[in-house]
């Protein structure tokens, strides 16, 4: 008996304990993606051949303590190597793990390979040869604490590489991971019942059923193997029993009658797939056909199970689409596919949850380093179910009836259509042409993560059949307290832009890159003022973002604009807005500067300034952070000492219950008028507390 080890990825571990079991393993217990087991050396054969969980199986030559780097030279030298494999044979080391003292893998496997080059040398006066292309000898060593296991990769390279499958798709699921869903699925237990995955991809789930299902060994083809240039390999009973795996396998496909079917839209994908399974030699038991997941033809009369790795987005704002895509599976599955077994594989929570099927059993697995769900579903009897969300739906539907007319009369093409309307739908939804934006606010916290997440789902479900859009031009964010630059930062590279007008400006707007879109349409109005006062005037607009407000100024009629802000991004952006609207020339300036540093030092007069400070900022230039509450006279004091005789000036801000000092803004020689209702428009007269706005002017004008 000898002691081995197998690696697998993680959540497979109880998997492979049973399948090393079966295949004559003894002594078995599970690690953290290891299992470490005894065996035979035949069982070890049949387990490099056999096993469809494994990644990779090391016979162990020893362990050593390896506390420190010396220490573990020192452990793997006195190893006779020369009894492992022959200097003429070249190796590579694959080094896992660490410790305090040994931090970097690639500093153990330099360790592990010196140890390894200085003991031939001793003991066979040569020195083999390293090389990480395809060597005929891999070391193993997988180091915890202070102890190292040294082993010999009997398997090669990684097992999951089973060698019939050259192009892998966009998403590629490895081999023995789908083995996994299979056996977790229940099907392996059934396996002369149909087989069907509607998002087969490259093949994969179908190829590891039908090669369980006609008893073919998963390794069978391997021409090359990690024990080929070991020592103590032996060829003859190698060679016997892989004999017996070319027996039972052509037995097995003689008497196979499982119905394996493979479906995909995508038809250059389809073309890999039936490549695939011609080299894996499954070719004659497998349909693949093309086809939408949305137009599935009626299952097979005999119930069977429905396997598949459907497709799943890493980023919230690919959710739209593939709920829609998950939902209308659902549906179809509820309604045509009573009595069958489905098995999904998704990373995220959230599409399972849009099929509104109630998951038998769910396990958390690993596809490479992306965690995953496999969730099982027994399909019973009854249709496709209520519809969900119907109260969202209809105060979407009333507010678009309000809306419509004021829209039309506007002439503009962007508005926010619901704001939280019904406290148990906490989105934002805002219109741009024939996309839609919906920014998520965060539920409190007496909201259960997965009813908050289920309200967000029956939003994205209704959105497209209410606004009449496509579920692939809808964006979702999660709108959180931005801190320090997360307003600047990019969530996305997706570089969704459109080109949208209001009051005969237009202007750029990106959905998916960043927070916001470039557009803050609360102000519209607030733009719309500036553009009918700015005639012959200096305008200043600070804290401008993308200077749709400086835009709106030029239009006007203004003499001179300059737009300041600390964003470079931002500042460029407006550029694009000036040459998207054909304005252009010296008078039109662009600085970038902290707005409050800049103020301080500013000597210029201007003749209306509009200034939208944020709630709060940290400015180098100050003393102490900025609060827009404790600090507005401060800001108004620097503004009337640039603004003009005869100027005006337009003050906005979104804090909540913010309260001007009128007293204060008397004393300073400054009148103020609250324009603040003035400034809101219909779609957003729900939220009052949207911005706050005063027109102020000298008090002597």
Not at 315 to 328: D, V
Not at 448 to 453: D, L, Q
Not at 580 to 586: H, S, V
Request: charged share 25%; aromatic share 10%; proline share 4%.
């Amino acid at each position: 008996m000898k002691r081995f080890y197998a690696a697998t990825p993680k959540g497979l571990e109880y998997l492979l304990v049973d399948e090393l079991v079966a295949l004559g393993a003894s002594e078995v217990r599970e690690g953290q993606a290891v299992v470490h087991f005894e065996a035979e050396l035949d069982t070890a054969y049949r387990i490099c051949l056999w096993s469809r969980l494994a990644s990779r199986v090391v016979l162990v030559l020893d362990q050593v303590v390896a506390k420190t780097a010396d220490q573990l030279y020192d452990g793997v030298k006195k190893i006779y190597w020369p009894g492992v494999f022959t200097p003429h044979s070249d190796f590579m080391v694959d080094f896992h793990g660490g410790n305090r003292e040994i931090r970097n893998s690639q500093f153990g496997a330099l360790k592990v390979k010196d140890a390894i080059v200085d003991a031939f040398v001793e003991h066979a006066g040569t020195r083999p040869t390293v090389s990480k292309e395809r060597p005929a000898i891999r070391i193993d060593c997988a180091l915890r604490a202070d102890k190292l296991l040294v082993g010999l990769n009997l398997s090669g390279s990684a097992l999951h590489q089973r060698g019939y499958r050259l192009d892998r798709g966009r998403a590629p699921l490895r081999e023995n991971l789908a083995a996994a869903v299979l056996m977790r699925s229940g099907w392996t237990q059934a396996q002369d019942k149909p087989l069907i995955d509607p998002f087969c991809g490259s093949g994969t789930v179908l190829i590891e059923a039908a090669l369980m299902a006609t008893d073919t060994a998963p390794q069978l083809h391997r021409r090359v193997w990690g024990f080929d240039h070991w020592v103590g390999h032996q060829p003859q009973r190698w060679n016997a029993i892989r004999e017996e795996a070319l027996e039972r396998a052509q037995a097995g496909e003689a008497r196979c009658q499982t119905r394996f079917i493979g479906r995909d839209i995508n038809r250059r994908v389809l073309a890999i797939a039936k490549d695939n399974a011609e080299r894996a030699g499954m070719a004659d038991f497998i349909q693949f056909e093309g086809g939408d997941v949305n137009e599935m033809p009626p299952p097979p009369a005999n119930p069977g199970f429905v396997v598949s790795n459907p497709p799943y987005g890493e980023r919230l704002g690919q959710m739209p689409e593939l709920l829609h895509l998950y939902a209308s599976l659902g549906r179809q599955l509820k309604e045509q596919w009573q009595g069958w077994q489905v098995s999904l594989l998704c990373s995220d929570p959230m599409l399972l949850s849009a099929l509104r099927l109630k998951a038998d059993k769910q396990y958390k697995l690993y596809n490479g380093a992306l965690e995953v769900l496999l969730g099982n579903y027994a399909v019973g009897e009854g249709g496709a179910g209520r519809q969900y969300g119907e109260d969202f739906a209809n105060r979407l539907r009333k507010n678009l009836k309000q809306l419509k007319k004021w829209v039309k009369q506007e002439g503009i093409d962007s508005y926010r259509v619901y704001d939280a309307d019904l406290p148990e739908y906490n989105v934002a939804i805002d219109r741009y042409q024939d996309w839609v934006v919906v920014q998520e606010y965060a539920p409190p916290k007496s909201v259960p993560e997965h009813k908050a997440r289920q309200r967000l789902i029956d939003v994205l479900l209704n959105l497209p059949e209410v606004l009449e859009v496509d579920p692939s031009q809808i964006v979702v964010k999660e709108r959180k307290q931005q801190k320090g630059k997360e307003q600047y930062e990019k969530l996305d590279q997706s570089h969704n832009e459109l080109k949208v007008e209001e009051y005969g400006a237009r202007f750029l707007v990106n959905l998916t890159d960043y927070l916001d879109t470039g557009l803050f349409l609360d102000h519209r109005l607030a733009r719309r003022y500036i553009q009918e006062h700015s005639q012959g005037k200096r305008f200043l607009n600070l804290f401008a973002y993308t200077g749709s407000a400086s835009v709106h100024a030029a239009l006007g009629g203004a003499r001179a604009t300059t737009t300041v802000d600390m964003s470079k991004t931002y500042l460029r952006w407006a550029q694009d807005n000036f040459a998207l609207n054909r304005l252009k020339g010296r008078e039109h300036r662009f600085v970038h500067a902290d707005c409050l540093a800049w103020l301080s030092e500013c000597q210029e007069q201007f003749d209306f300034i509009f200034i939208d400070p944020p709630t709060f900022s940290n400015s180098k230039r100050m003393e102490q952070s900025f609060d827009v509450q404790r600090d507005h006279l401060w800001l108004l004091t620097q503004l009337k000492r640039m603004l003009a005789p005869g100027g005006e000036i337009l003050f906005s801000n979104n804090k909540r219950h913010f309260k001007m000092d009128e007293a204060g803004v008397e004393a300073l020689g400054l009148n103020a008028r609250n324009v603040t209702k003035q400034t809101q428009s219909p779609d957003f007269a729900r939220n009052k507390q949207i911005h706050n706005a005063w027109v102020l002017h000298h008090a002597d004008a």
